[in-house]
C-alpha cells in the first residue's frame, strides 16, 4: 500500500464503473484527490496489480474531523482484507493529525457497504433524504478515531 499519486487515476478511472458492476460511479471520483489530497489518498497492490484505492481528505472547516470519499476494491480481492487495510491507513492518517473522527456517505440500498462500515465501528447517523441534491438518500455514518 502506498499514497497515490495522480497517475493512479489513469489507471483506475477505467476500472472504476465495472467495478460497481456497471453502475456509473467515476463521475464521484474527480482526479483532483489524486493530485492534491494524495497524503490521505492510498492504492493498494498486489505484484503490480491494482487491488483497490482510497480517497479521502482532511476536513478544511472542521478541524478534528477527516473524510472518506471514495473506496473501491476489485471484485478479485474483496473479502481478503483489502478495504480493511485501507480504511486503517487513513484512520492512522488521521489520528496523525489529530483528528478524532472520521466520517463517511453511503446509499441505503447498498446494505454489504453500510454492514462493512458497521465491522469497521462506523454508527449510522442519520438517513438523510436528497443529500447530495441529486435526489439520492444517504447514509452517514461516522467512526471515532
Not at 84 to 97: G, K, M
Request: aromatic fraction near 12%; hydrophobic fraction near 40%; glycine fraction near 10%.
Amino acid at each position: 500500500m502506498r499514497n497515490a499519486v495522480s497517475a493512479d487515476y489513469d489507471r483506475i478511472a477505467p476500472l472504476v464503473d465495472e467495478w460497481w458492476g456497471g453502475r456509473r460511479m467515476i463521475d464521484m471520483l474527480p482526479r483532483l484527490f489524486f493530485v492534491h489530497f494524495s497524503e490521505t489518498a492510498f492504492v493498494a497492490e498486489d505484484g503490480g496489480e491494482l487491488c483497490g484505492f482510497l480517497a479521502g481528505f482532511l476536513s478544511q472547516s472542521k478541524p478534528d474531523e477527516a473524510y472518506i470519499h471514495f473506496v473501491g476494491v476489485s471484485p478479485d480481492y474483496r473479502g481478503r482484507g483489502v478495504g480493511r487495510l485501507l480504511y486503517e491507513r487513513f484512520f492512522a492518517v488521521a489520528r496523525e493529525h489529530s483528528r478524532s473522527v472520521v466520517r463517511c456517505v453511503t446509499a441505503p440500498i447498498n446494505e454489504r457497504s453500510v454492514a462493512f462500515h458497521r465491522a469497521l465501528g462506523f454508527e449510522v447517523d442519520e438517513v438523510a433524504e436528497s443529500y447530495d441534491g441529486r435526489g439520492g438518500d444517504r447514509v452517514l455514518m461516522s467512526k471515532p478515531v
